[in-house]
């Protein structure tokens, strides 16, 4: 199996041959390295560029001076639509309260083409106990 080895190059005489060499016309590397360069001089161009763009863009807005909401000045005093976000959330729910309380404690109309009315809490309470609640009839045995 030894006998299937091939020596390398330089390693016997017999395999040397002085008329085969590397092939010195396939890639040009001084070309390569002057595209690379030309590249990198071409990103350091651009980027130059880019920045002084930015700063010309950043010189001129500085110079303009314009309101910060344009929209805002004609509509000083326009509320936004409904549901509003509560600007005192505990005397809000003190006024619910208190308006509940009063729907509960007096008189009023519910339906009155239907002819529903409301009475005060109280009263419909001591009207339940005159009255009684309804309730069902005992079986007969």
């Not at 805002?72 to 505990?90: I, K, S």
């Not at 419909?124 to 045995?141: D, I, K």
């Amino acid at each position: 199996m030894a006998e299937l080895h091939q020596p390398h190059a330089g390693g016997d005489d017999a395999t040397i041959n002085p008329d085969v060499h590397h092939e010195e016309s396939d890639v040009n590397i001084r070309a390569i390295f002057g595209f690379a360069a030309a590249l990198v001089v071409a990103a350091v161009v651009i980027h130059l560029l880019v920045y002084v763009l930015f700063r010309y863009f950043e010189a001129r807005e500085s110079r303009r001076v314009t309101l910060q909401y344009p929209l805002a000045v004609t509509q000083e005093n326009r509320m936004p639509p409904e549901p509003r976000l509560q600007v005192n959330p505990r005397q809000d729910l003190a006024d619910l309260r208190a308006k509940e309380d009063e729907t509960l404690s007096t008189y009023g109309w519910v339906d009155k083409n239907a002819g529903t009315v409301r009475i005060p809490i109280d009263e419909a309470m001591r009207m339940t106990v005159e009255r009684g609640l309804p309730s069902r009839q005992a079986p007969n045995p």
